[in-house]
C-alpha cells in the first residue's frame, strides 16, 4: 500500500500563492504517475475535479484548462515529494485540494487512481 500525506493548504486572498506538498510512501515512487484533483464546497465526490498530474517516467505535465498558466506541479525523487505550486489565485479554486497515484500509466481520471491523500483545504477569499 501506498500512503499519501498532504500539507500547505490554507486561507489566502485572492490574488495570492500557495504551495501543497504530497509526501509518498510505500511504493517506489518514481514508478508513479502523481495528480491533483480538487473537490469544490457542495460538489459530490464524483464531481472531483482533475488539476494537473506528473506523469511517471518523464516527468512530464498536464494541467487543466482552469490552471494552466497559473499553478505548476513538480516532483523531488530524492524526497519522494509531489508540490503544487498555485499562483494568481482566484475564489473559485476554493476546494479540497487530493493528491492520487497511479502506476505506470498517465490519466485524468481520477477513478483510475489506486492511492488518495486525505485532502487538504484551499480557500481563496475575495
Known amino acids: 500500500q501506498a500512503q499519501l500525506v498532504e500539507s500547505g493548504g490554507g486561507l489566502v486572498q485572492a490574488g495570492g500563492s500557495l504551495r501543497l506538498s504530497c509526501a509518498f510512501s510505500?511504493?517506489?515512487?518514481?514508478?508513479?504517475?502523481l495528480a491533483w484533483f480538487r473537490q469544490a464546497p457542495g460538489k459530490e465526490r464524483d464531481d472531483r475535479e482533475f488539476?494537473?498530474?506528473?506523469?511517471?517516467?518523464?516527468?512530464?505535465?498536464i494541467y487543466s484548462d482552469s490552471v494552466k498558466g497559473r499553478f505548476t506541479i513538480s516532483r523531488d525523487n530524492a524526497k519522494n515529494t509531489v508540490y503544487l505550486q498555485m499562483n494568481s489565485l482566484k475564489p473559485e479554486d476554493t476546494a479540497v485540494y487530493y493528491c492520487?497515484?497511479?502506476?505506470?500509466?498517465?490519466?485524468?481520471?481520477?477513478?483510475?487512481?489506486?492511492?488518495w491523500g486525505q485532502g487538504t483545504q484551499v480557500t481563496v477569499s475575495s
Open positions: 492520487a497515484a497511479r502506476r505506470r500509466e498517465v490519466t485524468h481520471k481520477w477513478s483510475s487512481y489506486d492511492y
Open positions: 510505500g511504493r517506489t515512487f518514481s514508478d508513479y504517475t
Open positions: 488539476v494537473g498530474l506528473i506523469a511517471w517516467g518523464v516527468d512530464a505535465t
